[in-house]
């Protein structure tokens, strides 16, 4: 079967960074998403990854290994604002996307 | 701003009142797609009209239904909805040959049965 794995919830300090995992195991890959998702607000899209390496969009970053089946996501100079779900998707060889439960990620002052 | 915007943001039917939901979008996108999310789950794909062509998950209840009147509107019908039924109810669209193929979400709608 497909699955996503990333840990349910993560806490992290105002001003630090934090790394949240994803590994997968999927029929094939097309990419790889993270998507931010505030308590009863819909998904919002961060980043795409479809080949190896690290994509840097301002103080987020995503890294992507397909060898391992793996990506993180890394959040630099945490803000209170960044407390939300963060949810990993992959897209399969069939161009299905598959969605991991999310992260939930509470930030401390 | 191109949008997906859904309506009602809050919806409270009784248990087996037939509930519509509905999605309209400012992007001119192919792709709408339906998921159910429940509290701390995975969205859940129910379906998806790539065009006019309707898509349904293998298992998605007969008790959901949809409709896409035209490229703009989608529509979520659940004919008699149980307690389990209640969850936030997300609109997508998506341009499928934009290669990313990125969902951009409506605000969402949460079902409540009493």
């Known amino acids: 079967g497909q699955n996503i794995d990333q840990p349910t919830e993560m806490t992290a300090t105002e001003g630090a960074i934090v790394q949240i995992n994803c590994t997968y195991q999927t029929s094939g890959f097309n990419g790889l998403f993270w998507y931010q998702q505030h308590a009863g607000e819909a998904p919002t899209f961060l980043s795409y990854n479809v080949l190896d390496g690290l994509e840097e969009k301002g103080r987020f970053s995503s890294f992507l290994s397909r060898s391992k089946g793996y990506s993180y996501l890394l959040l630099k100079e945490l803000q209170m604002k960044d407390s939300a779900s963060y949810l990993c998707?992959?897209?399969?060889?069939?161009?299905?996307?598959?969605w991991g439960a999310g992260t939930k990620l509470i930030i401390k002052p | 701003d191109a949008m997906v915007i859904q309506n009602p943001r809050y919806q409270v039917t009784q248990f087996g009142k037939p509930v519509t939901l509905s999605c309209s979008q400012t992007?001119?996108?192919?792709?709408m797609y339906w998921y159910q999310q429940k509290s701390s789950q995975a969205p859940k794909l129910l379906f998806h009209?790539?065009?006019?062509?309707?898509?349904n998950e293998a298992d998605t209840p007969d008790n959901f239904q949809s409709r896409r009147p035209n490229t703009s509107f989608c529509f979520l019908d659940i004919r008699s909805p149980g307690l389990g039924d209640a969850a936030m109810y997300l609109c997508?669209?998506?341009?499928?040959?934009?290669?990313?193929?990125?969902?951009?979400f409506g605000a969402g709608s949460r079902l409540t049965v009493l």
């Open positions: 998707a992959v897209r399969d060889s069939n161009y299905q996307l598959i």
């Open positions: 009209y790539y065009d006019k062509d309707f898509n």
């Open positions: 992007l001119n996108h192919n792709v």
């Open positions: 997508a669209t998506s341009e499928a040959d934009s290669g990313a193929n990125v969902l951009t």
